[in-house]
Nanobody, 120 residues
Framework: QVQLVESGGGLVQAGESLKLSCAVS????????MGWYRQAPGKERELVAS???????NYGDSVEGRFTVSSDNAKNTVYLQIDSLKPEDTAVYYC??????????????WGQGTQVTVSS
């Protein structure tokens, strides 16, 4: 069974940094267009950043230069580095990825979410 397993969230103080990781587990043929979304309390889920299999990065409109997305294609893993964290970055961060499954069909998978809480 294919799953996206996220890690790296937690409670941090404003100004600190975090690096989130999301790894694909299970048998797949490939992972493409991996990325991160976040959902703050009372708000809609929004794009934070995504990266294509070819390394093209895309950032959400509300995201500042403090966020950096990267990936390790050999490990089917995507990362999100967040620097100078602010209280308004508090949210559940979700990973997603377009996966080519063993049956050669493509499907978008979501992770379970990892909580990031930034105290002032």
């Amino acid at each position: 069974q294919v799953q996206l397993v996220e890690s790296g969230g937690g409670l941090v103080q404003a100004g600190e940094s975090l690096k989130l990781s999301c790894a694909v587990s299970g048998r797949i043929l490939g992972a493409y267009d991996m990325g991160w979304y976040r959902q703050a309390p009372g708000k809609e889920r929004e794009l934070v950043a995504s990266i294509s299999g070819g390394g093209i990065r895309n950032y959400g409109d509300s995201v500042e230069g403090r966020f950096t997305v990267s990936s390790d294609n050999a490990k089917n893993t995507v990362y999100l580095q967040i620097d100078s964290l602010k209280p308004e970055d508090t949210a559940v961060y979700y990973c997603n990825a377009e996966i080519t499954q063993i049956n050669r069909t493509r499907r978008v998978y979501w992770g379970q979410g990892t909580q990031v809480t930034v105290s002032s």
